[in-house]
């Protein structure tokens, strides 16, 4: 994962529209490896997301899942 960090950066933190985290004084770059809980990150993108599914694999299914209980989504019995 890459995180562009500088003055202009006017990007929002996920869970808080009101949160700035990418402005910085200086100009930087974070990089990191990626983790299962970046979905969020990737969902603008089917080539990134479809990078992220094949990664995690089965994992991904469940993060996604998880995710998905915690905003009360309605669960459907098969």
Same mark, same amino acid.
Do not use: T
């Given at each position: 994962?890459?995180?562009? $960090?500088?003055?202009?950066? +006017?990007?929002? @933190?996920?869970?808080? %529209?009101?949160?700035?985290?990418?402005? =910085?004084?200086?100009?930087?770059?974070?990089?990191?490896?990626?983790?299962?809980?970046?979905?969020? $990150?990737?969902?603008?993108? +089917?080539?990134? @997301?479809?990078?992220? %599914?094949?990664?995690?694999?089965?994992? =991904?299914?469940?993060?996604?899942?998880?995710?998905?209980?915690?905003?009360?989504?309605?669960?459907?019995?098969?």
């Amino acid at each position: 994962m890459l995180g562009e $960090f500088h003055e202009r950066n +006017e990007l929002s @933190a996920v869970y808080n %529209a009101d949160f700035r985290p990418f402005k =910085a004084p200086v100009p930087f770059l974070l990089m990191r490896p990626a983790v299962i809980s970046d979905w969020k $990150f990737f969902l603008g993108d +089917e080539d990134w @997301a479809g990078i992220w %599914a094949r990664r995690f694999r089965q994992s =991904a299914v469940h993060a996604l899942a998880d995710e998905l209980r915690r905003i009360n989504w309605p669960q459907v019995r098969c």
